[in-house]
C-alpha cells in the first residue's frame, strides 16, 4: 500500500517506521526530515494549503492517507483553565493546525479522486474534542478545534458517500501517547495508561486495516471503540 503521512510529529514518526516495517511504501509530509530510513520524505508546512497542493500536485494519489498534525500546546500557549484564559489569536491558532489541514488535504484529493476510487483518509483526533464526553470542561481551544474536526469528518463523510462510494475518511483518538504534546499533561496518568509512540501506531494501524466505506464519517479510539461526537 502507498501512504501519505502528514507531520512528522512522535505518531506521526511512529506510523511511519511501522509502515515500512511491514513493507508499505511511505511518503511523510513535515517541516523538518525525521531521517527515517525507507520513508521519502516532503518538506512542507501542512498548514499552508498553497504549499500542499505545490507539492502533492506531482505526486500520484495514495492508498491511505494519515494526517497526524495536531497542536495542545506551544512555547506561546498553554491550554486554557478558565474562559479568561482563551484568546481569538489561541483559538484561530488551534483551528489552523487542528481542523484545516485535514480539510485541505481533503479538498486536494476530492478534486483528484476517481468515483471509484478506495482511498481512506484518517486524521487524528482526540477524545477530548466529543461534545457528549466532556465531563471535565477546559481546554477551549483544543476541545473546539477537535470538535471542528470531527465535524468536518462527517460532512466529508456524507460528501463522500455521495461522490466516492468506495472511499473512507474517518478520525481516530490515538489514547494518551508519550510525546512532545501529551509531555506536560502527564501526571496523574492512572498506571498502563499510557502508550509509546510504537504502541499506539500498531494500534492505530490496527483500526486503520479495519476501515470501510461504511465507517466514514465516524471517529474511532486506538482499542477500535466508536467515539460519539
Ligand atoms: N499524544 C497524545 O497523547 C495524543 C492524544 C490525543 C490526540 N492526539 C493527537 O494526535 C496527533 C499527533 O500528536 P503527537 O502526539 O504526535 O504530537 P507531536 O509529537 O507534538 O506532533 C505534532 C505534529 O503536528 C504538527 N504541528 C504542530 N504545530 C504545528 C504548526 N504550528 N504548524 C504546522 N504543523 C504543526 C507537527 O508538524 P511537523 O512534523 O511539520 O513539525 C507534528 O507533526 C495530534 O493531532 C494530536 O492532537 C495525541
Known sequence: M???????????????????ERGDEVMLFSRTNPGIEGVEWHALDNTDEDAMNRVCD????????????????????QPEKRIEQLTEAGLQEHMRVNTWPTLALAKLLSARMERRQPLLLAALSARVGSISDNRGGGWYSYRISKA????AIKNLGVEWARRFPAACVAGLHPGTVATALSAPF???????QLQTPGQA????????????PEHSGRIFAWDGQEIQP
Open 2 to 20: 502507498r501512504y501519505w503521512i502528514m507531520g512528522g510529529g512522535g505518531i506521526g514518526r511512529a506510523l511511519a517506521a511501522a509502515c515500512v
Open 58 to 77: 506531482e505526486l500520484p494519489l495514495p492508498d491511505r492517507v494519515i494526517n497526524t498534525v495536531g497542536m495542545l500546546h506551544s512555547d506561546k500557549r
Open 148 to 151: 471542528a474536526l470531527n465535524m
Open 186 to 192: 502527564r501526571a496523574g496518568l492512572p498506571e498502563g
Open 201 to 212: 501506531a500498531k494500534h492505530l494501524l490496527a483500526v486503520i486495516d479495519g476501515l470501510a
